[in-house]
T-cell receptor
Framework: EPEVTQTPSHQVTQMGQEVILRCVPI?????FYWYRQILGQKVEFLVS????????KSEIFDDQFSVERPDGSNFTLKIRSTKLEDSAMYFC?????????FGSGTQLSVL | QQQVKQSPQSLIVQKGGISIINCAYE??????FPWYQQFPGKGPALLIA?????SEKKEGRFTISFNKSAKQFSLHIMDSQPGDSATYFC????????????FGKGTRLSVIA
């Protein structure tokens, strides 16, 4: 069964450093998303991506965040200068016509 | 208006019992209501979903009941098993295009033998 793949599974970084979280969505899906989940809390929408551009973003997705689909398969989330409060599990998701399919996430810890 | 309110926050059910989790929404533009199951350290996995043109959908031991006038929907897990112990999230979205999911806060279900 096709699945959304995320790497790395864990990322530890120092405050102020840049991180790139990577995702390989399902190949024939058209819509791509990043969500995050702070420990013990609900899943929150960050950004959606369609036709090689951002289609919607939440208030969380400020200028420190960017997304790219550099080569038609990978989908990346970059945090330019990480803050302590960016520590969370970050989930990539993709969809075609049905529901979102989520990856297993990247646990980001900012020290 | 974008919120989805979920209750209870946690639930303990005896093996073989019925687990019931409730959600309410405000945005009448929502027309797609999925439930996700999440195990620790894993991503949410789509369990079952419903659209507002039906009042109930059943898949195996999992049933969604939908009340459009009350703007509420619920997940029923029949014959609950210890392997069902997980966190369950309801969500809602407008199913046109690439609109994002709005999640409830989650219910931690523990099924005890």
């Amino acid at each position: 069964e096709p699945e959304v793949t995320q790497t790395p599974s864990h990322q530890v970084t120092q405050m102020g450093q840049e991180v790139i979280l990577r995702c390989v969505p399902i190949s024939n899906h058209l819509y791509f998303y990043w969500y995050r989940q702070i420990l013990g809390q609900k899943v929150e929408f960050l950004v959606s991506f369609y036709n090689n551009e951002i289609s919607e973003k939440s208030e969380i997705f400020d200028d420190q965040f960017s997304v790219e689909r550099p080569d038609g398969s990978n989908f990346t989330l970059k945090i330019r200068s990480t803050k302590l409060e960016d520590s969370a599990m970050y989930f990539c998701a993709s969809r075609q016509n049905g529901g979102h399919l989520f990856g297993s996430g990247t646990q980001l810890s900012v020290l | 208006q974008q919120q989805v309110k979920q209750s209870p926050q946690s639930l303990i059910v005896q093996k073989g019992g019925i687990s019931i989790i409730n959600c309410a929404y405000e945005n009448t533009a929502f027309d797609y209501f999925p439930w996700y199951q999440q195990f620790p350290g894993k991503g949410p996995a789509l369990l079952i979903a419903i659209r507002p043109d039906v009042s109930e959908k059943k898949e195996g031991r999992f049933t969604i009941s939908f009340n459009k006038s009350a703007k509420q929907f619920s997940l029923h897990i029949m014959d609950s098993q210890p392997g069902d112990s997980a966190t369950y999230f309801c969500a809602a979205s407008k199913n046109s295009g690439n609109t994002p999911l709005v999640f409830g806060k989650g219910t931690r279900l523990s099924v005890i033998a």
